[in-house]
C-alpha cells in the first residue's frame, strides 16, 4: 500500500518503511512521531482512493530516527550567482536548505 501526501507546497509519494526528506517544520522537541493529514491518494494494486482534494478519514503517521532536533538534516550548499553583463557587477550567494528525516510507520486509510 501507498500513499501521495502534501506536505508544505511538494507532494510526495510514501509507502510503510520509507524515508523521506520534508520541509522544516514546528515540532515539539519531544515529539516522537508527525501525522499527516493532508493525503491526496491512498492505494495498492487493486483498491485505489482518490481524494477531492483530500481523502477523508486517511492519515499516514511517520517517526523520526531519534528525537526531532536530530532528525534535522542539511542539504548539500548551494552557490547562486548574479552576472550582469558590461556592467563590472557580480555576486556569488551560497544557501543551504534544512531538511527533516522521517521513516513512515503506518498508512491509514
Given at each position: 500500500m501507498y500513499a501521495v501526501i502534501e506536505q508544505g507546497s511538494k507532494q510526495y509519494k510514501v509507502a510503510k518503511g520509507d524515508y523521506i526528506n520534508i520541509e522544516l517544520t514546528d515540532v515539539a522537541p519531544d515529539a516522537k512521531?508527525?501525522?499527516f493529514s493532508?493525503?491526496?491518494f491512498?492505494?495498492?494494486d487493486k483498491k485505489a482512493k482518490i481524494g477531492t482534494p483530500y481523502v477523508e478519514g486517511a492519515k499516514v503517521i511517520a517517526s523520526f530516527?531519534?528525537?526531532a532536533q536530530e532528525a534535522v538534516i542539511k542539504s548539500d550548499k548551494l552557490?547562486?550567482?548574479y552576472f550582469r553583463k558590461r556592467k563590472a557587477s557580480?555576486?556569488?550567494i551560497g544557501h543551504r536548505q534544512k531538511y527533516l528525516q522521517v521513516v513512515i510507520d503506518e498508512i491509514q486509510a
Amino acid at each position: 500500500m501507498y500513499a501521495v501526501i502534501e506536505q508544505g507546497s511538494k507532494q510526495y509519494k510514501v509507502a510503510k518503511g520509507d524515508y523521506i526528506n520534508i520541509e522544516l517544520t514546528d515540532v515539539a522537541p519531544d515529539a516522537k512521531t508527525i501525522e499527516f493529514s493532508k493525503v491526496l491518494f491512498v492505494g495498492d494494486d487493486k483498491k485505489a482512493k482518490i481524494g477531492t482534494p483530500y481523502v477523508e478519514g486517511a492519515k499516514v503517521i511517520a517517526s523520526f530516527k531519534t528525537t526531532a532536533q536530530e532528525a534535522v538534516i542539511k542539504s548539500d550548499k548551494l552557490y547562486p550567482g548574479y552576472f550582469r553583463k558590461r556592467k563590472a557587477s557580480k555576486k556569488r550567494i551560497g544557501h543551504r536548505q534544512k531538511y527533516l528525516q522521517v521513516v513512515i510507520d503506518e498508512i491509514q486509510a
